[in-house]
């Protein structure tokens, strides 16, 4: 029979990983953030685009680009509903489960 007693070690360590998420979730919301233009304006086209074709059977790279786009959509919502222009940027308050999307597309 096949070892898995680490998936048993994992998902103890993800009942700790979700204590931790609600201990930090008290004290972490928003934050501001500065966003140059070209950015801000291609997160709010994100935001504003209609997507026409329904979702089908999609590999697990596919999910994680749709994850991904979804992500950028939020992220033009809060710049569209109450992003401040500032010259060629705009300051935001940003949720952090959406910087934290950003910062792992970025890496």
Known sequence: ME????YVRYR????V???VGAHLDSQ???I????PRSVAEAAVAAWDREETGGVGE???EEYELRDDAAELAFIGLA???????DGEEVVVDLDVVHIAAALRASR
């Open 79 to 85: 710049i569209s509903s109450h992003g401040l222009w």
């Open 12 to 15: 103890q360590d993800r009942t």
């Open 17 to 19: 990983l979700a204590a």
């Open 32 to 35: 501001k953030v500065r966003l």
């Open 3 to 6: 070892d898995r007693e680490q």
């Open 28 to 30: 972490i919301g928003r």
């Open 58 to 60: 999609e590999s697990r």
